[in-house]
């Protein structure tokens, strides 16, 4: 994950400079008997030897300063030598890691560079000149003046997002220091709460009691997620889950509850590249089955946004069922994930502790510069049935049109039987799943639908393929919610994405820009004016130049040519007639009027469109490409730390074999 990218899923999510002691008062809150109810009286020296350092010593000069308040359980080290670097190829991560024993993987001693998988808390070392937060801001409490103000947050932000996700923690803990002064961060999938500058010179005891805290608080304080377990299970068993689910050997295996219900999954240790939902999915293997369902589903573990609304991702997909909605999966459980503990850490809703941030709760309070509402987000989980593939995982595009017909009759049959708009059919939510040499196509991931009478305004979803309105400026109005129109015109932009980047029809070396500001165009956020021009004009154009793609190249697939075109003008029309024409100088033709007449009067309208292509001669039987053609546009989703990690030993080893072959010589 760049640097860059953590920069911008952090913007705007900081709120600060919250006191020091508050911080340490509601987040690690002194236990009420045992160790750790005193703290060990502070020297004032400290850190005396710290702030006299060299700038090559001053990470073990920190780590031997804050020895003595460590205790048995943390432990400190210095990673300064040992960089990770991120696919940029430049290096990142914290100079010093603190590690916890409960964390430890057998009995070897914590490693010399930061491994994710186990640290407890990174610091990150910088100077005075580049801390990106400013205590005596009026308005902001990050402004942006450099470069180097987003590195420093960024590569904070990088740290906290690997960590949320690897280590399944419900937030996490960090340190800023910036030559005399200390900083305390809480991260949570809603943001982070950052401290003011704390002075080693006046207030290192703030620092000690911090260590002092967090050696004896409990793992519920400390973010560990608690719900998720290591399953006790014979050597035949753990073989035969493994063999289910394809898990290699050196995989940990996990264990879940859901509603009572038993469900084991392979530890992959991998990482999500943004706060909020920070949904991930794993093959999971249900202990305790009913009938109907299989032994391998799929456990969805993510943070829903908390809108009022109340309806969980569970509770849809019965209200969908109910109705009778098809090409939708079967779901066997799911609910919002409670907590085992009460404390400040958790919040008590309707007499229940739900794992949900914190941003929210503070918004308000006397020490924050700056105002504006932070969204709310509680953690959920669910199971359902295992399908095949996404919808790039098709033979052919015929294939992927049959799927997206499947895809537009449950957006339709939601709509029109249930009341229900899915709100963000982007292309990762079209699953499909072979039954002999028929595919069918599903609509999955429906934790941002809504109902029909709820006009919340602006739109949710990926920016990729997002209706064109919803992201442009001049084609949105404030007063007109996301609707069913939408959603079709969603599909539409899935299926333009799989012919241009997963087939020869269209795409060629030239066009590569082309498609890029289709798909990827500037000014992403709501409301901006380039955002989703691309878009709006190849609708225009009859979805195809007039039978020609991106960079005037021709669609090689007389079939795909004419449907791309009928669905590009159709909803296009909505541009000439209809909410968005305000801003639109073409003149309001009879055709236009018809065809957004029936986009808004016929939900099943894509459906049938599609249906009839599927009857056309031509289509073409070469299999879509299995790498996109041009590799930038892979969404980088995750890593995998253990390969890190592997790296990481092996640089070690090397440089200690290194200094061996000096000390000889």
């Not at 569970?314 to 085992?340: H, M, T």
């Not at 801003?583 to 469109?609: H, I």
């Not at 592997?646 to 000889?664: D, F």
Request: net charge neutral; glycine share 8%; charged share 25%.
């Amino acid at each position: 994950m760049k640097t860059e990218q953590a920069f911008e899923y952090i913007t705007g999510k900081v709120l600060g400079p919250m006191p020091p002691l508050e911080f340490i008062n509601a987040f690690l809150p002194a236990p009420t008997q045992g160790r750790g109810r005193q703290s060990k009286p502070h020297d004032t020296s400290t850190f005396s030897q710290f702030l006299s350092a060299k700038a090559s010593e001053v990470h073990q000069n920190w780590v031997d300063a804050l020895e003595p308040y460590c205790g048995r359980t943390i432990t400190q080290v210095d990673t300064h030598q040992f960089p990770v670097f991120n696919e940029n190829g430049k290096s990142f991560g914290p100079q010093v890691c603190v590690y916890h024993s409960s964390m430890k993987q057998g009995s070897e001693p914590p490693p010399p560079f930061l491994d994710m998988r186990i640290v407890e808390m990174p610091i990150h070392f910088t100077t005075k000149a580049d801390d990106p937060f400013d205590d005596k801001g009026y308005i902001e409490f990050t402004p942006r003046f450099s470069e180097k103000f987003d590195a420093t947050l960024g590569e904070m932000a990088q740290c906290a997002l690997m960590q949320l996700s690897i280590q399944y923690r419900t937030h996490v803990f960090s340190m800023l220091v910036t030559e005399k002064y200390v900083r305390f961060l809480r991260w949570d999938r809603a943001g982070v709460i950052v401290t003011r500058k704390i002075s080693l010179t006046r207030e290192g005891h703030l620092v000690a009691t911090f260590f002092q805290r967090l050696q004896y608080a409990s793992p519920c304080a400390r973010g560990i997620d608690e719900t998720v377990t290591t399953p006790r299970l014979s050597a035949p068993q753990a073989a035969l889950i493994r063999k289910t689910l394809e898990i290699e050997a050196d995989v940990p295996l996990l264990q879940v509850t859901i509603s009572g219900r038993r469900f084991i999954f392979g530890n992959d240790a991998f990482f999500r590249t943004e706060f909020s939902r920070s949904t991930r999915c794993f093959k999971a293997y249900n202990l305790d089955m009913k009938p109907g369902e299989g032994r391998r589903g799929v456990f969805k573990d993510s943070w829903r946004f908390i809108d009022g609304l109340g309806m969980n991702e569970f509770e849809r997909y019965q209200k969908l069922q109910r109705a009778g909605v098809k090409n939708i999966p079967a779901v066997w459980c799911g609910e919002d994930v409670l907590g085992s503990e009460s404390t400040l850490t958790r919040r008590m809703v309707d007499g229940a502790l739900y794992h949900e941030t914190r941003m929210e709760d503070y918004r308000s309070a006397r020490w924050v510069i700056g105002r504006r509402v932070f969204d709310t987000y509680r953690h959920y989980r669910q199971v359902v049935e295992e399908l095949d593939g996404p919808l790039t995982s098709c033979r052919n595009m015929k294939d992927v049109v049959t799927a997206l017909r499947d895809a537009s009759q449950a957006q339709a049959e939601a709509f029109d039987l249930a009341d229900t708009i899915h709100a963000d059919s982007s292309l990762s939510n079209v699953m499909i799943k072979y039954e002999g040499d028929q595919v069918r196509g599903y609509l999955i991931d429906w934790d941002l639908s809504k109902d029909t009478d709820v006009t919340a305004v602006g739109g949710v979803g990926q920016f990729k393929y997002m209706a064109a309105r919803l992201v442009n400026g001049r084609y949105f109005r404030a007063a007109d919610p996301q609707d069913h129109i939408d959603d079709m015109e969603s599909l539409f932009h899935d299926l333009v994405y799989v012919m241009a980047y997963y087939t020869d029809i269209v795409f060629t070396p030239d066009s590569i820009g082309w498609w890029k500001a289709y798909f990827n165009e500037e000014g992403k956020l709501y409301g901006m004016d380039r955002a989703g021009n691309t878009k709006v004009e190849y609708m225009k154009a009859g979805g195809s130049n007039n039978g020609r793609g991106g960079g005037n190249n021709p669609i090689k697939c007389p079939p795909l040519g004419a449907l791309v075109e009928k669905l590009g003008k159709a909803f296009y029309s909505r541009y000439q007639w209809g909410p968005c024409v305000m801003f639109n100088k073409d003149t309001k033709t009879k055709e236009a009027r018809e065809q957004f007449g029936e986009l808004m009067d016929n939900p099943y309208w894509m459906s049938q469109v599609l249906t009839e292509a599927l009857t056309w001669t031509g289509w073409p039987e070469e299999k879509l490409l299995k790498e996109l053609n041009d590799p930038s546009e892979a969404d980088i989703k995750s890593t995998d730390w253990d390969d890190v990690v592997k790296a990481m030993k092996e640089r070690n080893e090397s440089r200690r074999q290194t200094r061996k072959r000096r000390k000889l010589h």
